[in-house]
């Protein structure tokens, strides 16, 4: 049975993953230091179906700190999604978080992945490398970041590629494009935009809307990640992971409007943050060819599904929610 070591299991996209790979039949070691970054509660609940599943592990550790050759014990393939979220909170003095968590924590984990021999190594990074760069069609575009949390993924990135070049870690980094659905980060624009709307709230917009975002489907991020584990690529590729369909901020607000049923939505317009960007396209030609994916999930369609997950939430009182029937049946068999 593959055995996967899942970093940052307790996060949004972490335990999608992790409920991915168990109903395809692996054993997952999920590790996660449960950081402040938001609420930890959230981050239990996000656990909550996976915690009753007998091929799923929790260990509670912190990448800077813990020991890793005992974490990659027996462990064939990683998925490393732990890390320090969020453009406009990395700025200032909070850098130094995004250095340990995203550079610091990813480097460790290399070294102690080259020593283990693990066969994939794959890396969750993110469009906000590209900045005012342009994603290309041979993938890896022309990154040029425009914050600092773009600059802590390009450098992690960055030393997959290194580790890749000369230990031969067989390392593979996603540059995943604003991830959407069920237990999305709070931070986020949907969740957001949702509970305000949920709430009769005005929703607070920064700069005019006229932003464009490639928001991308979870499953389809989780579907990338899955075939990224398990398929032949060369050492140091790198991939975006995008839903091909740049959408703006204002498209976003009104196709929500809508699934929540409100007839008049009110904005509060604020300054544009430092470091966010007109615009986000990811480039997916390559990775459609290199791992036989597509995005499955429209807009509205993944939408709705989150729609309805923040409905369920707060009916639970926060506790989880996710509407999956059969969530861990081994149903695919392993890949
Ligand atoms: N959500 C998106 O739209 C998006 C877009 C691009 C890239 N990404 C990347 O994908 C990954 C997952 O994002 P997410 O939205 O699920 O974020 P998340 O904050 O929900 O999940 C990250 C998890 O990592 C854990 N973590 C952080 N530092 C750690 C450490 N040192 N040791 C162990 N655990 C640690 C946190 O506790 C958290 O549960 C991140 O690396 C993020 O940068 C996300």
Redesign the pocket.
């Known amino acids: 049975m593959t055995r996967v070591l899942v970093?940052?299991a307790?996060?949004?996209?972490?335990s999608h993953l992790c409920e991915s790979l168990l109903r395809l039949g692996c054993e997952v070691r999920g590790?996660?230091?449960?950081?402040a970054?938001?609420d930890p509660q959230r981050?239990r609940a996000n656990l909550s179906r996976l915690l009753e599943e007998p091929r799923f592990e929790l260990l509670h550790?912190?990448?800077?700190t813990t020991r890793l050759d005992d974490m990659l014990d027996g462990v064939d393939l990683v998925a490393h999604?732990?890390?320090?979220?969020g453009v406009s909170t990395s700025w200032g003095a909070s850098f130094g978080r995004y250095l340990?968590?995203?550079v610091l924590?990813t480097q460790r984990l290399l070294e102690a992945v080259s020593a283990a021999g693990s066969q994939r190594f794959v890396y969750?990074?993110?469009?906000?490398v590209y900045g005012v760069g342009t994603a290309s069609s041979r993938g890896g575009g022309e990154p040029r970041p425009a914050s600092p949390y773009g600059v802590s993924?390009l450098a992690a990135e960055t030393l997959v590629g290194a580790y890749a070049h000369s230990y031969g870690v067989p390392g593979v980094s996603l540059r995943?494009?604003?991830?959407y659905g069920p237990r999305?980060?709070p931070d986020?624009a949907a969740h957001r935009f949702i509970e305000s709307l949920l709430e009769n709230r005005p929703l607070k917009v920064f700069g005019d809307g006229g932003q464009v975002r490639d928001f991308t489907y979870v499953d389809d991020v989780v579907d990338a990640t899955v075939r990224a584990l398990f398929a032949d690529l060369p050492p140091g590729t790198v991939l975006d992971v995008a839903s091909g369909r740049p959408t703006t901020i204002r498209t976003l607000i009104g196709e929500l409007g809508d699934l929540v049923g409100t007839t008049d939505t009110d904005l509060e317009e604020y300054d544009e943050r430092p470091g966010d960007v007109p615009r986000t396209e990811g480039n997916i030609a390559l990775t459609r060819k290199c791992l036989g994916w597509s995005p499955t999930t429209d807009l509205r369609a993944g939408l709705m599904q989150q729609v309805a997950w923040h409905k369920r939430s707060r009916h639970l009182g926060g506790q989880d929610e996710t509407d999956h029937a059969t969530l861990l049946t081994a149903s695919g068999g392993e890949r």
């Not at 307790?10 to 972490?14: P, R, T």
């Not at 550790?61 to 800077?64: G, S, V």
């Not at 969750?124 to 906000?128: E, R």
């Open positions: 970093t940052g307790a996060g949004f996209i972490g590790l996660d230091a449960f950081t970054f938001y981050k550790a912190d990448l800077l999604l732990a890390g320090e979220p340990d968590r995203n924590a969750a990074s993110s469009s906000s993924k995943y494009f604003s991830v999305q980060r986020m």
